[in-house]
Nanobody
Framework: QVQLVESGGGLVQPGGSLRLSCAGSESRFSIYPMGWHRQAPGKQRELVARITSGGSTNYADSVKGRFTVSRDNVKNTVYLEMNSLKPEDTAVYYC?????????WGQGTQVTVSS
């Protein structure tokens, strides 16, 4: 059974940092694009960052320069380093992997930015 397990969410003050991790259950994930979306209350889920197997990345305009996506293909894990966090970054963050048979999602991890 395909599993993506996220960790690293929590409560942080504005201007702070968090690092999210997402561990995949299958070694084949190393050849597929992976990334992160987020969903704030009352809003649609939106792309945050994406990374290919070769390390090419793209980001939502709202997080460019503040967030960094990376991956460890040996550990089948994708990371999201979030700096200079703002209250508007508050959301549930979901990792995903795009395989040949479709997209799989993690269960989500809550990130709350508040003083």
């Amino acid at each position: 059974q395909v599993q993506l397990v996220e960790s690293g969410g929590g409560l942080v003050q504005p201007g702070g940092s968090l690092r999210l991790s997402c561990a995949g259950s299958e070694s084949r994930f190393s050849i597929y694009p992976m990334g992160w979306h987020r969903q704030a209350p009352g809003k649609q889920r939106e792309l945050v960052a994406r990374i290919t197997s070769g390390g090419s990345t793209n980001y939502a305009d709202s997080v460019k320069g503040r967030f960094t996506v990376s991956r460890d293909n040996v550990k089948n894990t994708v990371y999201l380093e979030m700096n200079s966090l703002k209250p508007e970054d508050t959301a549930v963050y979901y990792c995903y992997v795009d395989t040949y048979e479709g997209r799989y999602w993690g269960q989500g991890t809550q990130v709350t930015v508040s003083s």
